[in-house]
């Protein structure tokens, strides 16, 4: 079995290029940056999405949220860092195919969520 590091990596650039690939019609950030709460839902959703094509059809219903994912895996670039972040994650053998991105994902949303959500205010 792969290492967390290599299992997150490979995650990753798929799931960015998955992010990438869905046809843009509007700014991917839309209006601003979406809430953490919604970056969350995004994130659950994500753990549950059996095949790429449902994760196809969720990045485009929330590209904006989408976007920010992709970003934030992309921060985590080096080992010590994903390893950090995967601590207490179980595995198991049967897994959707980025459950463990998503795992990672929601672990960060919730962070945000506890941190900002009553303080959280979008730009006009």
Same mark, same amino acid.
């Given at each position: 079995?792969?290492?967390?590091a290599? %299992? =997150?990596?490979?995650q &990753?650039?798929? =799931?960015?290029?998955?992010? %990438?690939?869905?046809?843009?019609q509007?700014?991917?950030?839309?209006?601003?940056?979406?809430t953490?709460a919604r970056?969350?839902? =995004?994130?659950?959703?994500?753990?549950?999405c059996?095949?790429?094509?449902?994760?196809?059809?969720?990045?485009?219903r929330?590209?904006?949220?989408?976007?920010?994912?992709r970003?934030?895996?992309?921060?985590m670039?080096?080992? =010590?860092?994903?390893? &950090?972040?995967?601590?207490?994650?179980?595995?198991?053998?049967?897994?959707?195919?980025?459950?463990?991105l998503? &795992?990672v994902?929601?672990?960060?949303?919730?962070l945000s969520?506890e941190q %900002?959500d009553?303080?959280?205010?979008?730009k006009?």
């Open positions: 079995m792969a290492t967390n290599q %299992m =997150f990596r490979r &990753s650039r798929q =799931f960015s290029r998955l992010v %990438m690939g869905v046809r843009l509007t700014d991917p950030y839309g209006a601003g940056l979406p953490p970056v969350l839902t =995004f994130a659950e959703a994500l753990l549950l059996p095949t790429e094509d449902a994760v196809l059809a969720h990045i485009a929330d590209r904006e949220a989408a976007e920010l994912c970003g934030h895996a992309n921060d670039a080096s080992a =010590f860092d994903i390893e &950090s972040a995967a601590i207490g994650l179980e595995r198991s053998t049967y897994e959707t195919p980025f459950y463990l998503a &795992s994902l929601v672990r960060r949303a919730r969520v %900002m009553e303080k959280w205010r979008r006009p």
